[in-house]
Antibody, heavy 118, light 107 residues
Framework: QVQLQQSGAELAKPGTSVKLSCKASGYTFTSYYIYWVKQRPGQGLEWIGYIYPGNGGTYYSEKFKGKATFTADTSSSTAYMLLGSLTPEDSAYYFC???????????WGQGVMVTVSS | DVQMTQSPSYLAASPGESVSISCKASKSISNNLAWYQEKPGKANKLLIHSGSTLQSGTPSRFSGSGSGTDFTLTIRSLEFEDFAVYYCQQYNEYPPTFGAGTKLELK
């Protein structure tokens, strides 16, 4: 069965970076897009962007350009998101999700909480 | 960006009842709308896509309707497992955008 397993919770200091992982299983990793979504506590869902592991192509929401960087390791079927120059506003849950291009998200990871605090 | 307005924000109901959740888009999105269910400790679950197409595994008590700008998620004969948060999402154009969510609570 399709699964997206995300890495554990992160506690980071302002100005540093965290790298989140999303390990896919149960399907051909290179055939689907991996999207990343942010959710601050008590708030809605916000799209960050996507990576297509088939060719490494990426696309970022304007708001997250320079903040997020996506990579993918096809040998381990794992997608990554590097969040840099962290501020308290980056404290949130981050989800990965699978999609065909321009479509809905048919499978989601369980989410990972990132807390930015000095 | 397409703004998605979801209502109500909170909804209290009892098992066996039927409820409806509205989602309105700021511009026409054809039928490119999905509904998701969020439950604590679980991955978000796709319930419906293309406005009204049930995802495999979604119980038939869930239904979606609408096109253009106005959409509705209806749950008939609520079961205990249905009490959760529901989100709509448009994927007609980039960036994909979500409604603010509806929390369905046990009355």
């Amino acid at each position: 069965q399709v699964q997206l397993q995300q890495s554990g919770a992160e506690l980071a200091k302002p100005g540093t970076s965290v790298k989140l992982s999303c390990k896919a299983s149960g399907y051909t990793f290179t055939s689907y897009y991996i999207y990343w979504v942010k959710q601050r506590p008590g708030q809605g869902l916000e799209w960050i962007g996507y990576i297509y592991p088939g060719n490494g192509g990426t696309y970022y929401s304007e708001k997250f350009k320079g903040k997020a960087t996506f990579t993918a390791d096809t040998s381990s079927s794992t997608a990554y998101m590097l969040l840099g120059s962290l501020t308290p506003e980056d404290s949130a849950y981050y989800f990965c999700a699978r999609s065909v291009y321009g479509g809905y998200f048919d499978y989601w990871g369980q989410g990972v909480m990132v807390t930015v605090s000095s | 960006d397409v703004q998605m307005t979801q209502s109500p924000s909170y909804l209290a109901a009892s098992p066996g009842e039927s409820v409806s959740i509205s989602c309105k888009a700021s511009k026409s999105i054809s039928n490119n709308l999905a509904w998701y269910q969020e439950k604590p400790g679980k991955a978000n679950k796709l319930l419906i896509h293309s406005g009204s197409t049930l995802q495999s595994g979604t119980p038939s008590r869930f239904s979606g309707s609408g096109s253009g700008t106005d959409f509705t998620l209806t749950i008939r004969s609520l079961e205990f497992e249905d009490f959760a948060v529901y989100y709509c999402q448009q994927y007609n154009e980039y960036p994909p955008t979500f409604g603010a969510g509806t929390k369905l609570e046990l009355k």
